[in-house]
């Protein structure tokens, strides 16, 4: 071996030398230590598994994923002769298959929400990688890597609800939701993913679902929508309620730019597409009005959400028999709009108008729409607020007498300007609309009746210290600007009229607990105030309970159960889960058949000629029988008119939201009267009236009107006779019912026999040869008469001899006595009537 192969030995055993000297790195100290830390780190990481993540994942595994599948359906409400409504939904959503839904849109939806949908498991651990990367660059969390599938989770499960505020709670949740979209990866396909997320997610606008989106912004079909309206909704899913294209069409725009680039950059669109499509403005459709914006809808959902459950509700697919009848509906809601209309253009009104507020509101909207002003609450206190409406409201509520049943509801003027459902949840002062409970209270002893004569002089008002402490008692239910008082009135004259003084003098002597039993018994759950003033309707009490309380008058003293609005339901597989039966409706007494019956007869009257005599004279109302009571609150503030036939009964209510007077003299029954009449006129035809029958055990007595007292043959008074001139004399006197042992034996002393038509007697003079009446006659005027008990002549009569009535009996005008058919039987032993003699000639005596 030469040199240079000595040299090249001494070279490897050098390196062979320095390579034994170097010491391996897994060897050296420095990877001990980190390879205890990393086998820390790895125990501590199995460990945090154990005790936070495998619980987690324990509680995705109790989710039941038959849930997913349970999506509201809309429910269909029907009126009571089993007509179509409408329908209605807890969300607004009709779920579609989804081969209804276009291509482009599957593309667009999956560009922005989920771009590897197709190819991940469920969670996409590339794109929480990126999103990672992309907040730490932007410092914030800016970007987010749900799926679709983990959305769906997240939606279907209410996961949000797991989160507690805490930000552990947050990555919480994140991990549940990521261990059920695995789990719904696993059971569905991506086509059934796909039609599930798309029929249940929130589109902003109160549509919830891809179909209800389309219709809502965009008018058509889910299939019907191209590329662009497409992009446009899909952009809505990040935040629906402020990217809506109803209320914000640039911020809308500008996520449907966003979408139209996240398609760019998959290649679902080309860079022409892109730059056209981009270039565009969103469009939309004019919103429709929403049939399930009214306050008789949003009251059917309140029951049956009642009836069922909340969670049964949200599910829908019910079909809901209500009470409603549409033709009283419209001609309630037309009645409200007609009348307050006109009162609006009264001279001096002072208060905004209807119309004044739909300029306010039409102004507020294109200052929205210009950029005058940006809509609140989402940009601070300090911008443009909603006009609030100020205008004049009403409420109607008609219902069946026999099973409580709501024919008709009108809430307000407007659903939209306001929710508020004063049918049912205002409580206002009925005022004198309040005082027929007092006297059926009262009618229902004995010692009280409608002809008993009541003190009528004006009163101190601190006995019911009304509108203040001191002076004198107004009198405004008398629906007149100026009232007359008499000594004393009957307690009829006292309740058609609306007199306060008298009322009160009742209410004193009646007890205000009769009252209040009467009225709870009635239906009046709302308290009454412990003072005389509840006497006149001070105390706020419900329209809805109005309407029950004045239904016992029409049905011999008893109600219904209670007033509803939902007759039946069923379920979407046609089994009944709510009927009402026609057995269980037995009512609820609240008097007597003959309080009932006294009252009744008193609230005719009140429409005859009472407070409410203008509906005939002057508003139309039919030539049926009705009754009902007119009802004006002190000050002119809350105007009500409550009244019924023996089918149906209708209130309504009149006044502002923040209780103001209308203005001076604005009387009930020239505001709240006019709307009741033209209600009840449409309920003529479907809903005949009838005469309400007087009870059994009642009696009737003929009364004066003049003085109140049982009437005389000389009950008569004198009217001008247009037909023949001068004047005629007519019988002034009305029938009045009573209840046995009711005291009520005195009789007229305002007439004399120089009222009778001719002069003494029921016969005229010219009949029995009589003279006419002389100035004694007016001398004893106001003298009590002895009456005759019994005939004074016994046995037949062969001189047919004049006999005197011997008590009160209905004549006709001219006083001739009213012809009835009695009841006669075929007695064949009944002894032939006496032959009538001519009276004997004269005797002549001799001298």
Not at 222 to 239: H, M, P, R, Y
Request: net charge neutral; aromatic share 8%.
């Amino acid at each position: 071996m030469g040199k240079k192969g000595n040299d090249y030995l001494d070279l490897i055993r050098k390196s062979g030398s320095n390579l034994r000297r170097r010491v391996p790195f897994f060897r050296r100290t420095w990877f001990g230590v980190l390879t205890i830390l990393f086998l820390v780190v790895g125990v501590a990481v199995l460990a945090v598994m154990l005790a936070v993540v495998r619980p987690l994942r324990e509680q995705a595994e109790l989710f039941d994923l038959d849930v997913v599948h349970k999506i509201e359906r809309a429910s269909i409400i029907f009126d009571r002769k089993g007509e179509e409504m409408g329908r209605i939904y807890v969300f607004n959503r009709t779920p579609v298959k989804i081969g209804l839904v276009p291509m482009h849109f599957i593309q667009a939806l999956t560009s922005e929400e989920d771009s590897r949908f197709f190819q991940h498991s469920g969670v996409d651990y590339i794109g929480i990688v990126r999103a990672m990367w992309l907040n730490y660059k932007a410092g914030s969390e800016t970007q987010g890597a749900s799926t679709i599938t983990q959305q769906l989770a997240r939606d279907a499960f209410k996961l949000k609800e797991l989160e507690t505020g805490q930000k552990s709670s947050r990555y919480k949740r994140k991990l549940v939701e990521a261990f059920l979209a695995e789990r719904i990866e696993n059971k569905f396909s991506k086509s059934e993913i796909l039609e599930l997320y798309l029929n249940r997610i929130y589109f902003g606008g109160g549509f919830y679902g891809v179909q209800a989106a389309a219709q809502g912004y965009f008018g058509k079909d889910v299939k019907d929508l191209d590329l662009l309206e497409s992009a446009t909704i899909c952009g809505i899913i990040k935040s629906p309620n402020n990217l809506q294209p109803l209320r914000f069409p640039d911020r809308c725009k500008k996520a449907r730019n966003h979408v139209l680039d996240r398609m760019h950059d998959d290649g679902f669109i080309t860079g022409e597409e892109h730059d056209k499509y981009s270039a565009e403005p969103v469009v939309t459709t004019t919103r429709a009005a929403d049939s399930r914006l009214t306050y008789v809808y949003e009251e059917v959902r309140q029951e049956v959400m009642k009836i069922v459950g909340d969670e049964a509700a949200q599910l829908g697919g019910f079909k809901i028999y209500t009470t409603i009848d549409r033709a009283l509906q419209k001609s309630a809601e037309d009645a409200v709009s007609k009348r307050l209309a006109e009162l609006e253009k009264r001279p001096g009104y002072i208060h905004q108008t209807y119309a004044q507020y739909r300029a306010l509101l039409d102004n507020y909207k294109k200052s929205i729409s210009a950029k005058e002003k940006k809509p609140s609450p989402e940009e601070g206190a300090t911008e443009m607020a909603r006009p609030q409406p100020e205008y004049l409201q009403a409420a109607v509520l008609m219902m069946d007498n026999h099973d409580g049943g709501i024919l008709a509801m009108v809430g307000g003027r407007n659903y939209l300007d306001s929710m508020y459902n004063r049918a049912v949840q205002s409580r206002r002062p009925a005022g004198t609309a309040f005082l027929p409970f007092l006297y059926a209270a009262a009618f229902q002893k004995p010692e009280y009746f409608p002809a008993l004569r009541i003190e009528d002089g004006p009163i101190d008002n601190r006995r019911v210290m009304i509108g203040g402490l001191t002076g004198i008692l107004g009198e405004w239910g008398t629906e007149q600007d100026e009232t007359k008082y008499a000594d004393t009135i009957t307690a009829r004259e006292a309740l058609l009229q609306s007199r306060n003084a008298a009322t009160v003098r009742l209410g004193e002597k009646v007890g205000l607990e009769s009252l209040k039993e009467l009225a709870q018994r009635a239906g009046i759950k709302s308290p009454l105030r412990d003072y005389a003033s509840s006497f006149l309707g001070t105390s706020e009490v419900r329209l809805d309970e109005m309407c029950l309380a004045y239904s016992a008058f029409a049905n011999g003293g008893k109600r219904p159960k209670e007033i509803r609005l939902v007759q039946r339901i069923t379920d979407k597989d046609g089994k009944v889960i709510h009927q009402i039966k026609e057995e269980a409706e037995d009512g609820v007494t609240v008097m007597d058949e003959i309080a009932a019956y006294q009252t009744h007869t008193c609230l005719v009257d009140v429409l005859k000629r009472g407070t409410g005599k203008p509906a005939y004279n002057e508003y139309g109302l039919g030539s049926f029988p009705a009754a009902g009571k007119t009802g004006t609150n002190y000050d002119f503030k809350d105007l009500w008119f409550v009244g019924y036939t023996s089918a149906i009964t209708c209130g309504v209510w009149c006044g502002f939201d923040q209780q103001k007077s209308i203005y001076t003299g604005a009387f009930s029954n020239r505001i709240a009267l006019p709307i009741w009449v033209d209600a009840m006129n449409a309920t003529k035809t479907d809903y005949k009236p009838e005469e309400i029958a007087p009870p059994q055990d009642a009696y009737f007595v003929e009364v004066c009107r003049k003085s109140g007292l049982r009437a005389t043959d000389a009950c008569y008074e004198k009217v001008p006779d247009p037909l023949h001139g001068g004047s005629r004399s007519v019988r002034d006197t009305q029938k009045e019912v009573l209840r046995r042992g009711s005291p009520f034996d005195q009789y007229c002393d305002q007439h004399s026999n120089a009222d009778i038509p001719g002069g003494l007697g029921a016969t005229r003079p010219e009949e029995v040869g009589m003279l006419p009446p002389s100035e004694t006659d007016h001398k004893l005027a106001g003298v009590e008469p002895i009456r005759m008990h019994s005939p004074a002549l016994l046995g037949i009569d062969p001189y047919n001899s004049v006999q005197p009535l011997l008590r009160a009996l209905p004549v006709n005008p001219d006083g001739t006595a009213i012809k009835r058919a009695l009841p006669v039987e075929d007695d064949q032993s009944a002894v032939p009537p006496p032959i009538k003699l001519q009276p004997p000639p004269p005797l002549k005596l001799e001298p």
